[in-house]
């Protein structure tokens, strides 16, 4: 086809006004064929002409990065047409040098939720001469989540296979260490010596590492046994409320001022209180020390179709990629005090309620955790395709009939 078109164009001035007329039908057929197999495309397309102005978007690459609008295509550098800030000083870089093919990985907020997106550009060549460059945009945030699930769960196995080892060794000897050092504390306390004050401190010290060391493993067993969870109904935002005001007097003293929006419409969920409450402890208590100076906390609750949402945010000191990439690990924490295993119990008492959880984070920007758990069948409500409920319609799915 394009070779008649080619073939064509080289001849116009022989052609009669009806042959014309069928050339152009041609070529119009050709260029619609062309959009629509570039708006067909999951992946993002942004076409630039050699002076690197941007002469062609397609609508994946629309709703994945923010594009300016106004002047037409062709009057802008393509890096001038992306708005997020690190996409567009990445293709100005590429581009300005005329480099071969290169690729990066970018995150983007899109309403809450962080999207990982693979940006590449290759140069479009044609008889040895550059004729423009092609910038593609691929999301790869599921695949980034699948590795990451995996990633847990391969650690969290290793964990279960050393647990029970682990616990022998380690937490007996620790009750007969601490049983001899309650009889040392008794012996010093009966001695009438200069010495005995100085000895019974450093018998203090050695229990309360013993303790430390006590809570660590105990930590660490709870988070490989399987959990015996009690699933009940159970009301999300009175759980939320029990607990932010069991740390109100907390977070005053740390400066910390607190934001609540709890969606009245959440239905009940299938919860074990004891551990999901322990889990949103983890979590704030995590958010409150990363504000040392004080900040903001802020805890939402929504329902989106068949799930409900908690999400806490602060406004602390944020975590790098690097280390939002190991945030569940156990045993990892980047804080000179903790046992690394607070959060991975989190994630395992996510899943527990066949929840899950997702964390967003800009160093210096603070960090948001995002928890989704499934609404019980018989709490989920007929809706319309705009997630309105059908009007009335006000019995859960599976009621009573006539």
């Known amino acids: 086809m394009r070779g008649l078109v080619k073939r064509a164009l080289e001849k116009i001035s022989k052609l009669d006004n009806e042959q014309i007329e069928q050339l152009l039908v041609v070529m119009a057929e050709e260029n619609e064929r062309l959009a629509v197999t570039l708006d067909s495309m999951s992946d993002g397309v942004l076409i630039t002409d050699p002076a690197h102005r941007l002469v062609l978007a397609n609508k994946a690459a629309e709703r994945m990065i923010p594009l300016a609008t106004g002047k037409p295509m062709g009057e802008r550098f393509l890096w001038d047409v992306i708005l997020d800030r690190d996409i567009a000083t990445f293709t100005e870089a590429i581009l300005s040098r005329e480099d071969t093919a290169s690729d990066q990985e970018f995150a983007l907020d899109h309403g809450g939720d962080t999207r990982i997106l693979s940006c590449s550009i290759l140069p479009m060549v044609k008889d040895g001469h550059v004729r423009g460059n092609i910038l593609q945009v691929v999301d790869i945030s599921e695949k980034r989540t699948r590795e990451a699930r995996l990633r847990r ?3 969290l196995a290793s964990l279960t296979t050393l647990a029970a080892g682990v616990a022998h060794e380690i937490k007996n000897p620790l009750g007969s260490i601490g049983i001899h050092a309650q009889l040392l504390e008794k012996s010093v306390a009966s001695l009438d010596c200069s010495d005995s004050r100085a000895m019974k401190e450093y018998l203090e010290v050695i229990s309360e590492e013993i303790e430390r060391l006590n809570r660590i493993v105990v930590d660490f067993l709870f988070a490989v046994r399987p959990m015996d969870t009690q699933l009940e109904p159970a009301d999300l935002n009175q759980l939320l409320e029990e607990l932010l005001n069991f740390l109100r007097y907390e977070l ?11 969606d009245p419409g959440v239905p009940e969920l299938d ?4 551990y999901f409450k322990q889990a949103l402890l983890n979590i704030v208590k995590n958010a409150m020390s990363a504000m040392p100076q004080g900040g903001t906390l802020r805890v939402i609750t929504q329902v989106r179709g068949d799930e409900a949402m908690v999400r806490i945010s602060d406004t602390g000191l944020g975590m790098s990629p690097e280390v939002l990439e190991k945030i569940f690990e156990p045993y990892f924490t980047t804080r000179d005090f903790g046992s690394g295993i607070g959060l991975t119990l989190v994630y395992k ?6 929840g899950d959880i997702s964390v ?7 960090s948001t955790f995002s928890i989704t758990l499934p609404v019980p069948q018989r709490e989920q409500r007929l809706i319309t395709w705009d997630g309105q409920p059908v009007p009335g319609v006000d019995e859960p799915a599976g009621g009573s009939g006539p």
């Open 153 to 155: 769960a391969e650690s």
């Open 252 to 262: 005053e003293e740390g400066g910390i001022k607190l934001e609540r929006d709890l």
């Open 271 to 274: 919860l074990d209180r004891r």
């Open 349 to 354: 008492v996510v899943k527990e309620h066949m």
């Open 360 to 366: 967003h984070s800009r160093e210096g920007q603070g």
